[in-house]
């Protein structure tokens, strides 16, 4: 198990003076040219700086602004970042289709099929501990089974947008994604349980085809209590190794650890914003809450289009 962490302070107290984490990185990262009071701004400024091909998406700058605001409103719960390009969005849509028909809740999300490969795991240090074995290796994203269990995250906004393989702004506006995936090979994997017809399952593709083909990159702000965020997540880097702030890979006692140095600008403090991901454990059987981003003027509610029989074989 990791060292445990030198602040005690109650977490909340991170938001003083009401910097939510995502303003914290701009902050760092803009400089001088960071406006204190003009959220708007300095959205558009970064995007400029790195972004420029939609920095002029006026549309998508409000629904940036407006996800750092939820951010701020939200200061008893931590965000984490995901971007994926179409064809998984349209999985994690099937995915959160099951689960809403499952629990009876039309605002479930979830990001993995089932919770098969999380039960070995009761907390981020078991899982840190089995992936590192215990501690004699660095972790590595890419083996097995360690994607069955934990997305790659950003913990701020536009957090590593010096690589774009670590940034999920890059995914968005790129439709991009890190592992491909065969759609039919995995709805059968997925849904041969429910005894779904093949044919129900190349209905499936064809929505895909018709609605989310065209539709670009996904980037969802996940939700969830600080205390669990403690329990299911990790400071990353990359490939997923830890990347502990002085000895620390809890976040939210990371992020309170950060804003307590936002008076100064030094150099240790910029790398370690620049570098920051993170890597979180989302059990589908956990209720999250998300908001998903497209640069398209109006988002699709693709799991409103999954044939109404999908939904009735898994209640």
């Known amino acids: 198990m990791a060292a445990a962490c030198s602040s005690k302070h109650h977490w909340r107290r991170l ?26 701004a300095n959205v558009k400024k970064f995007m400029q700086a790195h972004y420029p091909d939609a920095a002029g998406n006026e549309t998508l700058i409000g629904k940036l602004v407006a996800v750092i605001e939820t951010e701020k409103a ?6 984490f970042y995901h971007a994926c390009n179409n064809q998984i969005a349209f999985a994690y849509d099937v995915y959160t289709a099951l689960y809403q028909a499952l629990h ?18 009761t907390n981020i240090d078991e899982f ?25 995250a950003n913990v701020f906004l536009f ?31 997925l849904l041969r349980p429910f ?3 093949a044919e129900e399952i190349t209905r499936l593709l064809a929505i895909y085809q018709l609605y989310a083909a065209q539709q670009g990159g996904t980037l969802y702000q996940i ?17 997923g190794v830890l990347n502990a702030w002085q000895t620390c890979h809890d976040l939210p006692e990371i992020m309170q650890s950060l804003q307590a140095k936002h008076g100064g600008a030094g150099s240790q403090l910029h790398s370690y914003l620049s570098s920051l991901q993170a890597r979180v454990m989302v059990p589908p059987h956990l209720r999250l809450a998300v908001q998903a ?10 799991a409103a289009m999954l044939p109404a029989s999908l939904a009735t074989k898994c209640r």
């Open 15 to 40: 938001f003083e003076p009401q910097l939510a984490p995502s303003e914290l990185h701009l902050r760092a990262m803009l400089g001088v040219h960071y406006h204190p009071h003009d959220l708007a």
């Open 74 to 79: 939200n200061p008893q719960h931590f965000h």
């Open 104 to 121: 009876a809740d039309a605002q479930w999300a979830a990001f993995r099929p089932d919770s098969e490969h999380f039960r070995k795991f």
């Open 128 to 152: 840190i501990a089995f992936y590192s074995q215990n501690g004699k290796l660095d972790i590595n994203n890419n083996d097995e089974h360690y994607h069955d269990c934990a997305l790659s």
């Open 159 to 189: 957090g590593n947008h010096q690589a774009p393989s670590s940034a999920s702004m890059y995914y968005l506006l790129h439709n991009k994604v890190s592992r491909s995936v065969d759609l039919h090979e995995l709805f059968s994997s």
């Open 195 to 197: 005894q779904v017809s």
């Open 223 to 239: 939700a969830m209590p600080a205390a669990e965020a403690s329990r299911l997540s990790y400071a990353a880097g990359s490939a």
């Open 293 to 302: 981003v497209t640069c398209n003027q109006r988002i699709c509610n693709r």
